[in-house]
C-alpha cells in the first residue's frame, strides 16, 4: 500500500516518495527551551514519532532530527520583542544557559515517559553558530541578504516563491507590515538572518560584529541540512509554524543552495484546550507532570493524541483523557486475556462458551484479517489514526461479544504488536528494545568524556541527551561521573 500524504506546501495529498531509495531523511521542529513544554508541543512531537515509527516499520533507513532552540526565538515569533530564553531567565533569576539545562532535563525525560523513540540528533542552536554564519555569508553573496551595521536581513523580493507555502503575498505582508516597522529594512516583509545586540546574554562575536545572534529562522535551516543535506524528505511543526518560520526555512534554505529544500511539509494542528488556546491567564497550560498529578499515565495522553487525526482540532479535556485513560485500560484488558488465551494454545479459552475450536477459527479469521486490512488503509490514508483505532476497537468489541479461541487470540496478539509498535499504548511491550543496557551506557559515557576532551561539545551533548531520553541519569562529581537509572 502506498503511503499517502498531505503535503502543506501543494495543498494536496501526495504519494510519498523519499528522494533517496530505501531512506528518509527528517526534521522536526523542536522546542523552544524557556519552560518545560506542555502538551499541546507533545501533540507535534508525537506526530513526528507517529511518522518514524511507520517509516522504521516500514524498513526504511530513518534519519530523524529534532532541534533545540535555545537562543534566537522572540517572544513574538518575527524580529522584534525579547528573546523568550532572556525573559524567562530574568524572571527565574536564573541565567539562560541554567534555563536550557533545566528544561532539556524536563523534555527528555517527558519524551521518555511518552514511550518516543529518540531521534538520531537533537542539535542545539547554540552549538551551531558557525554553521548559521556560514550560511548567512553565503545569502549576501548572493544577493539575497544584506547588512546594514551589524544586522543581517533577507530580502524577500529574492525569492519569488516567498509566501508559496503560507498562501501570503510579498506585497500584502510588505502593506500590512506594522508602523513601527524597522526602518533598516529595504521592504517591510525582510526578515532578521543575524541580529546585533550588546545587551543580549547569548551573544557571538563573528565576522558581522562583536555581539550578535542568530534569527530564529537561520538555525531550522543550518541545523536540518547539516545534518540531512540540501534536500530532505520530511520536515514538520506545528500549524503556527507554517508563517513566518517555515516560509522564511524554505525562502533561506534555497536562496543559498538553488535547490529544493524540502519535498513534504506537514503540519499538526493545534492541541486546544477547553474549546479555545492555552493561556497561562486561564491556567489551563498543562504539563505531563499535571496530567500525572492527576492520576493519568503519559501513555494515556499519548493515546489521546494517537485516536484524533494530526489534522483535525483535538480539544482536549480531562473527560476526553479519562475515556483515553479508560479506552487504553480496555485494550491492555483484552491483551490480558488475549495473552492468557494464547498460552491455552488451541483450547477454548472461554468455558463456558466454549465453541467448536474449528468453527471459531472460522469465525475469527476474516474478522482479524479485515482488522489488520482496515488499520494498514487508514494509517497509509495520511495517517487516519483516528480510522486505525477504531480498526482494532471493532476487533476487540468482537473479540468480546463471542467466545474465543487460542490459534485467533495469537493472530489477534500479532495485530496488537503491530498497533503498539506505532502507537507505543502499552507501558512493558517492545520499547524494551531501545532500553541501553549497562555496557552501553558505559561506552556512551567513555565517548562523552573522550567528545569533552576533544572539545567536541555538540556529541558530547548529544550523548548527556541520548542517555537522557533513555532514562540514565549522570551525575558529574569532582572529576568523576555516576549514573543511575531515573
Ligand atoms: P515552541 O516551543 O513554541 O518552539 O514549539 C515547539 C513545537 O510545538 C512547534 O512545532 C509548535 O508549532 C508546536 N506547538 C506549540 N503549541 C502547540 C499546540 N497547542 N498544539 C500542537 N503543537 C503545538
Ligand atoms: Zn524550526
Redo the contacts with the bound molecule.
Sequence with gaps: MTLQLYNSYSRQIEAFQPLDEGKVRMYH????VYKR?HI??Y???LFADLLRRLFDSMGYDVVQVMNI?DVG?LVDDADDGEDKMLKQARQEKLTPWQIVDKVCAEFFADLHALAVRPAHHYPRATDHIPEMVKMVQKLIASKHAYRVGDNVYFDVHSFPKYGQLSGNRIDELDAGARLEVNEEKKHPADFALWKSDPSHLMKWETVFGEHGFPGWHIECSAMSMKYLGQSFDIHT?????VFPHHECEIAQSEGATGKRFVKHWLH?K??QVDGGK?SKSLGNVWSLDDLEERGFSPLDYRFLIMRGHYRTQLNFTWDALRGAAEARKNLLDWRGRLQAAARTSDSACRADAAPDVVEAKQKFAPAITEAVEKFDAAIADDLNTSEAVAAVFGLRNAFMQDAFVGANAQNALDFLDRVDDLFALFPTNGDDAEGLSDADVEALLAERVNAREQKDWPRADEIRDQLQIAGIVIEDKSGSVHWHRS
Excluded: I, Y
Excluded at 521542529?29 to 523552544?32: E, L, N, Y
Design positions: 521542529c523542536g522546542p523552544t513544554p499541546g508541543n501533540r507535534s512531537f532552540t526565538h511543526g506545528g500549524e503556527d509554524n499538526t493545534f492541541l492555552m
